[in-house]
């Protein structure tokens, strides 16, 4: 039988940070601080992960400061490597409602954070939200609670946050899984000269419904109109919490996530994965980021869009839980 031993918090975290907040569960088990809107969401695994998300007090920097950080916490302990499942740009841990619980039917120790700045955190009194803050949560985080190297999962642009958090963290990272791994781009690039203004509109066109779908309609391939609808009301519910917007703001004017020049610096050995039909980040970058990580394996999930752990997610696990037992897939 699996321990359930995992995730109480450090002896002294709360006494360093100040007020602290409870929270309660609501009749249906989803926690008090997530929007109402998780009421309306038919996907019964969007749902069952939601209900166990929960806030875990997260010291920042060298202050007694604390941000109640969003997380869903492994049910077992393992004796492999724990994996940190991280999420794509403007997303948060329900993003892996369906690779989760396959990884945990494996028994791989299973972490799914929320990125600093986006997710269900509680950032009402909002600290930066750039690359460097992003980085020094995560960290913070790793040292109070899994505190042991780490196979750590990025999708997207959470791919970049990955291989920066890496090449700065090293004895905090084990291996890397890089899904369809957006890690080319150059920052948040002219949005970093915008008045605030206009920046703040752009951001608001984020969380639309009809942009949202449209994203769906690039990212996955042949799903009905009604499971992108519900997906989209999944993909855009962090994005009713009240300091979202600021947070958004605050990440694209700093400049973001420029990780180009890091690749090459990642001493972990690394697992690529790859949708062979997305739309969104071309197959040729790719081979590209095979070429430049120095000990990489590529993986390519066929008929499938940007988001493998969404769309494909028995794979994924499938290939995740070997690469995390040693295997080279």
């Not at 609501?26 to 998300?53: C, M, T, Y």
């Not at 007090?57 to 941000?67: R, T, Y």
């Not at 948040?188 to 949202?212: D, E, F, H, M, Q």
């Not at 919490?241 to 690394?270: C, R």
Request: glycine fraction near 6%; charged fraction near 20%; hydrophobic fraction near 40%.
């Amino acid at each position: 039988m699996l321990a359930l031993t995992v995730g109480s918090a450090p002896i002294g975290a709360t006494s360093k940070c100040r007020n602290l907040r409870g929270f309660r569960v609501s009749a249906d088990g989803f926690p008090s601080f997530l929007p109402k809107e998780i009421e309306r969401i038919k996907d019964p695994f969007a749902r069952k992960l939601a209900q166990r998300i929960e806030r875990l007090p997260v010291q920042i920097g060298f202050s007694e400061s604390c941000i109640m950080s969003s997380c869903v916490k492994p049910l077992i302990k393992s004796e492999t490597n724990p994996v940190v499942l991280l999420h794509g740009f403007d997303s948060s841990c329900l993003e892996w409602r369906y690779t989760y619980p396959l990884l945990e039917e494996a028994g791989v120790e299973t972490w799914a954070v929320d990125v600093l700045g986006w997710g269900f955190s509680d950032l009402e009194r909002l600290p930066s939200c750039n690359v460097e803050s992003k980085r020094d949560h995560l960290f913070q985080l790793w040292k109070s609670y899994i505190k042991r190297p780490m196979v750590l999962v990025g999708p997207s642009l959470g791919a970049a946050v990955a291989i920066d958090f890496a090449v700065n963290h090293s004895e905090a990272v084990e291996k890397l899984v890089l899904i369809d791994a957006s890690v080319y781009a150059e920052g948040t690039g002219n949005l970093t000269k915008l008045p605030r203004t206009v920046a703040y509109a752009g951001v608001s066109l984020l969380k639309s419904i009809p942009l949202r779908l449209y994203a769906n309609f690039l990212a996955f391939n042949n799903i009905s109109f009604s499971t992108s609808l519900d997906w989209t009301n999944v993909g855009r519910l962090h994005c009713l919490l009240p300091w979202w917007e600021d947070a958004t703001v605050d990440f694209m004017i700093s400049g973001g996530y420029n990780v180009s020049t890091h690749i090459k610096q990642v001493k972990q050995e690394s697992l690529i994965i790859w949708g062979e039909d997305d739309k969104i980040v071309s197959n040729k970058l790719a081979v590209r980021l095979h070429c430049e990580l120095p000990n990489a394996i590529v993986r390519q999930i066929p008929n499938c869009g940007h988001l493998p752990h969404v769309e494909k997610p028995n794979l994924v696990a499938e290939v995740v839980a070997d690469f995390v037992r040693g295997s080279r897939c």
